[in-house]
């Protein structure tokens, strides 16, 4: 069997184990040592952002059954792309298309924030009034299917290796649960790491409700984007422990924790300016009224 048809057959599976695995082994190293005390409790937390998880796949299924990896083989077999068109080592093409993957989910999470109306959808994954791993995958469905989308455009601009796309699948999913993680991680190791990685306390400081840190840190897995196009913050004014995180104006329970609010959240309220003017400390804030 060939390696693409074995992937194609397969990757709901691959996906779903590295799922499994990776958020058992974060639900475990939260539990043993937590960065942050949780406002929320734990069951009422996981319940809800599970089920969100839960209702997401169910959609992306039945919307999308080939999934992004469909996509690849459809435009390998069509010799779309870049990587199709030009010959080009696989090595070189894998490792390049992972990167580039990666930069379009950096800059598709800057345009969520910048645009009004895909900010009133990302809001769903701000709201959340703690950290944690379930937080990682806690996303509204129409921001996941759009998503999804913007993913299927780039894959057919840049033609990449199926595989790539498999990598780069499980790599984004990891690195969302790992640094949405509620871990306490050695500071010298966190360090070091964010050099590669994007760690739990680099992408905290954008789960902030100031919104000076909020529109800071975008990147998912890869760092360099932040500090290359000058969105990267250190670490948040307040300290890790004391910092609030979610959004100034959403409090309500029933709002940002249970299911329905999330389903809901995009479509109350007012936004009074464009989020991503939101750079100084202190500037008028997204509200509620
Ligand atoms: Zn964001
Ligand atoms: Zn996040």
Same mark, same amino acid.
């Not at 005390?37 to 937390?45: A, P, Q, W």
């Not at 080009?88 to 390049?96: E, K, L």
């Not at 300290?239 to 389903?263: A, C, F, R």
């Given at each position: 069997?060939?390696?693409?048809?074995?992937?194609?057959?397969?990757?709901?599976?691959?996906?779903?184990?590295?799922?499994?695995?990776?958020?058992?082994?974060?639900?475990?190293?939260?539990?043993?040592?937590?960065?942050?005390?949780?406002?929320?409790?734990?069951?009422?937390?996981?319940?809800?952002?599970?089920?969100?998880?839960?209702?997401?796949?169910?959609?992306?299924?039945?919307?999308?059954?080939?999934?992004?990896?469909?996509?690849?083989?459809?435009?390998?077999?069509?010799?779309?792309?870049?990587?199709?068109?030009?010959?080009?080592?696989?090595? /070189?093409? @894998? $490792?390049? +298309?992972?990167? %580039?993957?990666?930069?379009? *989910?950096? &800059?598709?999470?800057?345009? #969520?924030? =910048? !645009?009004?109306?895909?900010?009133?959808?990302?809001?769903?994954?701000?709201?959340?009034?703690?950290?944690?791993?379930?937080?990682?995958?806690?996303?509204?469905? /129409?921001? @996941? $299917?759009? +998503?999804?989308? %913007?993913?299927?455009?780039? *894959?057919? &601009?840049?033609?990449?290796? #199926?595989? =790539? !796309?498999?990598?780069?699948?499980?790599?984004?999913?990891?690195?969302?649960?790992?640094?949405?993680?509620?871990?306490?991680?050695?500071?010298?190791?966190?360090?070091?790491?964010?050099?590669?990685?994007?760690?739990?306390?680099?992408?905290?400081?954008?789960?902030?409700?100031?919104?000076?840190?909020?529109?800071?840190?975008?990147?998912?897995?890869?760092?360099?984007?932040?500090?290359?196009?000058?969105?990267?913050?250190?670490?948040?004014?307040?300290?890790?422990?004391?910092?609030?995180?979610?959004?100034?104006?959403?409090?309500?329970?029933?709002?940002?924790?249970?299911?329905?609010?999330?389903?809901?959240?995009?479509?109350?309220?007012?936004?009074?300016?464009?989020?991503?003017?939101?750079?100084?400390?202190?500037?008028?804030?997204?509200?509620?009224?």
């Amino acid at each position: 069997m060939d390696i693409n048809e074995f992937i194609m057959s397969n990757e709901a599976v691959i996906r779903l184990s590295f799922f499994l695995g990776i958020f058992a082994v974060m639900a475990i190293w939260e539990f043993i040592a937590p960065r942050r005390i949780l406002t929320v409790s734990k069951v009422m937390r996981w319940t809800n952002n599970l089920a969100l998880v839960l209702l997401n796949t169910f959609i992306l299924r039945l919307l999308f059954p080939a999934a992004a990896v469909g996509v690849a083989v459809f435009s390998s077999e069509q010799g779309w792309g870049l990587f199709n068109y030009y010959e080009v080592s696989p090595v /070189i093409a @894998i $490792i390049a +298309s992972v990167v %580039i993957m990666d930069f379009v *989910i950096y &800059l598709q999470h800057v345009m #969520v924030h =910048a !645009v009004p109306v895909l900010w009133r959808l990302h809001r769903v994954h701000h709201a959340d009034p703690d950290y944690d791993v379930t937080t990682g995958a806690r996303f509204h469905p /129409i921001e @996941i $299917i759009l +998503s999804m989308l %913007i993913k299927f455009a780039t *894959i057919i &601009l840049l033609g990449p290796p #199926v595989v =790539a !796309v498999v990598i780069f699948e499980v790599i984004l999913n990891a690195t969302a649960m790992f640094n949405h993680s509620n871990v306490r991680l050695n500071l010298v190791v966190d360090k070091w790491l964010r050099l590669l990685l994007v760690t739990p306390d680099m992408h905290r400081v954008h789960h902030s409700v100031e919104d000076d840190e909020t529109n800071s840190n975008f990147g998912f897995s890869l760092p360099w984007w932040d500090r290359l196009l000058g969105t990267y913050r250190d670490q948040p004014r307040g300290g890790h422990e004391n910092m609030i995180i979610g959004i100034h104006t959403y409090n309500d329970p029933k709002q940002v924790s249970w299911l329905h609010g999330m389903l809901c959240l995009p479509f109350i309220g007012r936004i009074n300016s464009y989020a991503i003017n939101r750079r100084s400390w202190g500037s008028e804030s997204d509200s509620n009224e």
